[in-house]
């Protein structure tokens, strides 16, 4: 089968994907712990990186296709909720909170999903993102990238300030708990927004 390149970059980013979580769930032992953490961040960069181009060249050249059209949610899914997965296995200060997280958006895409499935095929509606959907995927992408690197970024300034002891935010992580509330907000919110925008099109009748 011939792939045109927006369709290669979608299939790179699902190649990506169990790469990325190996990594990340490997013991320290294997691959230290600040190590990891900075091979998962770039490879979710890269990961992101080929969803934004992927779009773009296939809007700006003609090349949007069925396969594409499937494939590239489906890619974006794993994406996000592999990294939440890496997330909930590797760091276990925030396993709880996580654990919250990962319900919230896996519950938000099903019902999304769902719903644009019904709408299309009943309805012959195809469902845009809209900004609070585009804002919610950005909002993911931030979160995920600063769970692995505030961590880095920290080591690195007791490394340099002369060790964790002289450290009173140590594992503290403030950035990361602000881009995990945020990203649940407009999870939340975009999610409730694409319902409450298509619910008239869900007919119990048929």
């Not at 950035?175 to 999870?187: D, G, N, R």
């Amino acid at each position: 089968m011939k792939l045109n390149l927006p369709n290669k970059l979608t299939v790179l980013r699902l190649i990506l994907v169990p790469i990325f979580i190996v990594i990340g769930m490997l013991p320290d032992t294997v691959i230290p712990f600040y190590v990891s953490c900075v091979i998962c961040a770039v490879l979710f960069i890269g990961t992101a990186l080929t969803d934004m181009f992927d779009g773009k060249i296939a809007r700006k050249h003609g090349l949007i296709t069925d396969f594409g059209k499937f494939l590239d949610p489906v890619a974006d899914k794993f994406m996000v909720i592999g990294a939440l997965f890496v997330i909930l296995y590797k760091f276990e200060k925030l396993r709880v909170a996580m654990i919250f997280v990962l319900i919230v958006i896996v519950f938000r895409e099903l019902a999304v999903t769902s719903m644009r499935l019904v709408v299309s095929t009943g309805e012959g509606i195809v469902i845009a993102a809209n900004s609070l959907g585009k804002i919610k995927t950005v909002s993911q992408i931030v979160f995920i990238c600063t769970v692995f690197l505030e961590p880095v970024v920290e080591y690195v300034v007791e490394l340099i300030v002369g060790g964790a002891s002289n450290n009173i935010i140590h594992g503290v992580y403030p950035l990361t708990w602000l881009s995990m509330l945020f990203t649940v907000v407009m999870t939340l919110w975009s999610g409730i927004n694409y319902i409450a925008s298509y619910w008239k099109y869900l007919d119990p009748q048929k």
